[in-house]
T-cell receptor, first 118, second 114 residues
Framework: GAVVSQHPSRVICKSGTSVKIECRSL??????MFWYRQFPKQSLMLMAT?????????EQGVEKDKFLINHASLTLSTLTVTSAHPEDSSFYIC??????????????FGEGSRLTVL | AQSVTQLGSHVSVSEGALVLLRCNYS??????LFWYVQYPNQGLQLLLK??????LVKGINGFEAEFKKSETSFHLTKPSAHMSDAAEYFC????????????FGAGTRLAVHP
């Protein structure tokens, strides 16, 4: 099956610094990837849709200047949390569709990245 | 707009008992429906999906779900719970055609006790 990998799985940073999280599709090319944020004991909230070669589409209320998304290749999307603050601490999960699979809307998820901002 | 409602944020069952996790959806067009499972500090794994074929869908680990249009429901069941089933379960909906984003329910935490 399609495999999506995220790195790092855990990251701790100081307030004011920037952190980059990578999302890779290992065995397929993903023209579209999605970034979700999950607070403790809560559901997944879609942050943005990442499209290869074009600007990401952000959900309402998500600061695009704070959460920079780059999808420069068909197998890699990155999320950069700029000038991180403690309230940005969360579990970030990426997902992707495998276009070779008959389109059913199914998403394949990465393992998630837990960000802790001190 | 699409939405998903999962009734019961916490469900607790005994090992060997029936598991029933409830999901109701709202969609203006025929939906695609999914159940995902999440173990602590991990991403999501697909359990099963409904994409307008058979209304009774069988998934992995003995789970199944039935699409009932008249009730706008897609409840997840398993005849006999196992300790390893303890996890967070999410129901999600996507508009048919599958090009659209997934909208997730709030999740149900399943606890299985001996």
């Amino acid at each position: 099956g399609a495999v999506v990998s995220q790195h790092p799985s855990r990251v701790i940073c100081k307030s004011g610094t920037s952190v980059k999280i990578e999302c890779r599709s290992l065995d397929f090319q993903a023209t579209t990837m999605f970034w979700y944020r999950q607070f403790p004991k809560q559901s997944l909230m879609l942050m943005a849709t990442s499209n290869e070669g074009s600007k990401a589409t952000y959900e309402q209320g998500v600061e695009k200047d704070k959460f920079l998304i780059n999808h420069a290749s068909l197998t890699l999307s990155t999320l950069t949390v700029t000038s991180a603050h403690p309230e940005d601490s969360s579990f970030y999960i990426c997902s992707a569709r495998d276009p070779t699979v008959v389109n059913t809307g199914e998403l394949f998820f990465g393992e998630g990245s837990r960000l802790t901002v001190l | 707009a699409q939405s998903v409602t999962q009734l019961g944020s916490h469900v607790s069952v005994s090992e060997g008992a029936l598991v029933l996790l409830r999901c109701n959806y709202s969609s203006s067009v025929p939906p695609y429906l999914f159940w995902y499972v999440q173990y602590p500090n991990q991403g999501l794994q697909l359990l099963l999906k409904y994409t307008s074929a058979a209304t009774l869908v069988k998934g992995i680990n003995g789970f199944e779900a039935e699409f009932k249009k008249s009730e706008t429901s897609f409840h997840l069941t398993k005849p006999s719970a196992h300790m390893s089933d303890a996890a967070e379960y999410f129901c999600a909906v996507s508009e048919s055609g599958g090009y659209n984003k997934l909208i997730f329910g709030a999740g149900t935490r399943l606890a299985v006790h001996p």
